[in-house]
């Protein structure tokens, strides 16, 4: 393979529930690195009544990152984003740069409540289409009213989402039925990313090299090509997949 990108991580250290500090986002890195992750986009979280890092606050960090990682000989390439959670006013937080697209691109990483109805799941998808951005669905195989009906799978991705899962998910990290879910919406062919949504660097790690190892063995490396280095690099150039 060439890249790899991971395309939903929490390793921008104090300002989620993910790293702690920037010595653990190195750690975290330095992991990913090992495993051969080439390519991170940061996407903390942007939640109601939490704090939440400004798109000005999230590069400043990035930035101290990046020169960290030089210091450190770490050779992974950073881009800034958001695991927005959605909300009505989710639009206008992207207008005014309180919250982020993936690498200032009009993809959208968007969240959900696991027990979200299907209504609102959908409604949150049309209102980012409808202002002209690119819905990435971030670990889709979580939300319950989606996976109890494969068409509502199909109803995202034909309407213009996408759909992200991670891979601890595929790899039963999470349980039966959320490993049984991932592996379907392999099966259906509707997934575009698979990412770590890495929150730290002992059990939620930022290594996929086995879920990587699995799925070129189970679909072949054109198919491991076009999970983690071309639909990614679509992000980056801001190009339809």
């Known amino acids: 393979m060439g890249r790899i990108f991971d ?18 986002s190195l750690r975290m890195l330095k992991q990913a690195e090992e495993s051969g992750t080439t390519d991170v986009i940061l996407t903390p979280h942007n939640k109601p009544n939490r704090r939440n890092v400004y798109r000005s606050e999230m590069l400043e960090l990035m930035n101290m990152l990046k020169k960290a990682c030089v210091q450190e000989g770490i050779g992974i390439n950073l881009y800034h984003g958001n695991e927005i959670y959605y909300r009505m006013d989710v639009g ?5 740069g ?9 993809y959208v ?14 409604r949150g998808a049309d209102d980012m289409l409808a202002r002209g951005y690119r819905p990435i669905i971030a670990h889709v195989e979580r939300y319950v009213n989606v996976m109890k009906d494969v068409e509502r799978v199909y109803d995202l991705t034909d309407k213009g989402c996408y759909l992200q899962v991670n891979s601890g998910s595929i790899m039963g990290n999470f349980g039966w039925k959320v490993k049984s879910d991932a592996r379907k919406l392999l099966k259906e062919g509707v997934v575009s990313f698979v990412a770590s949504d890495a929150h730290e660097d002992t059990k939620r790690t930022m290594r996929m090299d086995k879920c990587i ?4 063995k189970k679909y072949g490396e054109d198919f491991v090509t076009t999970i983690f280095e071309t639909n990614p690099m ?5 190009e339809y997949i």
């Open 213 to 216: 190892r699995y799925l070129a």
């Open 98 to 106: 309180k919250a982020a697209t993936m690498a200032g691109s009009h």
């Open 92 to 96: 206008e937080r992207l207008e005014n």
């Open 234 to 238: 679509h992000i980056i150039n801001d």
């Open 109 to 122: 990483l968007l969240e959900y409540n696991p027990m979200d109805d299907w209504d609102y799941i959908k």
């Open 7 to 24: 395309i939903h991580n929490h390793i921008l250290w104090g300002v989620d529930d993910g790293s702690k500090n920037i010595d653990m």
